[in-house]
């Protein structure tokens, strides 16, 4: 939302649904306003350094609340403050340096740059996105400008309920913030064993999909592709349509397959080779034919290296949640018996129990999909009891043999 800042727009501005409500000015790039659902409302700077690049998110600071600042008053600080970023210099360094008391977005900020990279085994660059985004998206808006010291368990929990409609997410914030928590103990910002996150209750998670029967039939396989190709047809993202189908037919997590770069497959071998995944750094996956198939028929963009573009033509596809929400509905996959809503992630879950159910060992099953160990596939061995019960019978039958005397 974008207005020139005056009184009378900062007083009308209201947040609603639990959330906070930001207005932009239009004259003075980066300067605006925030309300929170406290009734609070503070002034703020969002900018980028000189050289940062445009996919870099940029950062924020509070210029002073409401009240204590008026509109005019925040509108020249935030003019000085821009010409001292044109030179170079970064506000947020600036007052970090004036003072001692860090904040939770300088917790979020070391905890991300140096704690995590520094353990003595680093998770994945990809885990490290992933807290990235939680910090930006849940807790740098909340509690971004509070002290570490003064933050308390009721300021987490109440972070944690705005959550409650997405148990996952909720609980890793909390799991997160927990470890930041005692990162800020021992880098001595917080007394000792005062963590605010250690108390706070997690929500119910429904587990589902790994030890819960997700194999389609045939029928409801030819539905799902042509459920696929009526979104295509009427209109639905191409894009994201074949990438649809191509994790159909790979059961690849979905953000292997939107990573997917050209370079790095080999359509002769039907191998691709994939960079960061969960289990390793580098890793080569076999392509079934009808992926290979696939690829052939996709028109490389010019000057994009991935095989599925995003809308700017130049990086990756990010999500393609609304059209499989649509495709799972027209093909009646949204809601199950005894399972709910085909998720996308059990596409994954569908290809291991149809290699499985066939008899493939679990190790090739594991594999095909980048598990981390065959812990991981052996959940689906209770799709077999065909497979194994004929696999007990040649060998039983061996043996006999073998003590019969027969070649």
Not at 329 to 339: M, Q, S, V
Request: a positive charge.
């Amino acid at each position: 939302m974008q207005q020139r800042i005056t009184k009378r727009a900062v007083d009308s501005l209201i947040a609603s649904n639990q959330k906070p409500v930001f207005l932009w000015d239009r004259e003075l790039k980066g300067f605006g306003v925030k309300a929170l659902p406290s009734g609070r409302k503070v002034f703020l700077l969002q900018y980028r350094m000189p050289g940062d690049s445009w996919k870099k998110a940029p950062k924020r600071l509070t210029i002073g609340a409401v009240g204590t600042l008026t509109p005019e008053q925040a509108r020249r600080r935030a003019s000085e403050l821009l010409l001292g970023i044109a030179a170079g210099e970064d506000p947020r360094e600036a007052i970090r340096r004036q003072t001692d008391t860090p904040t939770m977005t300088d917790l979020a900020e070391r905890f991300l740059a140096e704690y995590l990279p520094g353990k003595k085994r680093p998770p994945r660059a990809s885990t490290i996105s992933f807290y990235e985004g939680l910090f930006r998206c849940h807790v740098t808006p909340r509690l971004g400008d509070i002290p570490v010291a003064d933050v308390t368990t009721a300021q987490v929990e109440g972070l944690h309920q705005t959550l409650r409609h997405k148990p996952y997410v909720a609980n890793r914030v909390l799991s997160m913030l927990q470890n930041a928590f005692d990162q800020a103990e021992r880098w001595q910002w917080r007394p000792q064993l005062s963590n605010p996150a250690r108390h706070v209750e997690r929500y119910p998670e429904a587990k589902r999909g790994a030890k819960t029967e997700v194999m389609l039939s045939s029928e409801q396989m030819s539905a799902l592709l042509q459920a696929i190709d009526a979104e295509e047809a009427e209109g639905g993202n191409p894009t994201a349509c074949t990438a649809i189908r191509f994790a159909f037919w790979t059961g690849w997590r979905i953000g292997e397959v939107l990573r997917l770069e050209w370079d790095r497959i080999d359509m002769e071998q039907g191998v691709a080779t994939l960079l960061q995944t969960k289990t390793a750094e580098t890793e080569r996956r076999q392509l079934p034919a009808e992926a290979v198939s696939l690829l052939e028929e996709v028109t490389r963009l010019a000057g994009c290296k991935y095989v599925f573009p995003g809308a700017d033509a130049r990086g990756h596809l990010t999500t393609v949640r609304r059209p499989w929400q649509n495709i799972c509905k027209r093909a009646g996959l949204d809601d199950l018996p005894g399972l709910g809503a085909f998720r996308l992630h059990d596409l994954r879950h569908n290809v291991v129990s149809w290699d499985v159910s066939r008899g493939v060992p679990l190790e090739i099953a594991g594999r095909n999909v980048g598990h981390r160990s065959r812990r991981s596939t052996e959940v689906y061995a209770h799709f077999a009891p065909d497979a194994l019960k004929k696999a007990a019978d040649e060998r039983a039958r061996a043996m006999r043999e073998a003590m019969e005397g027969k070649d």
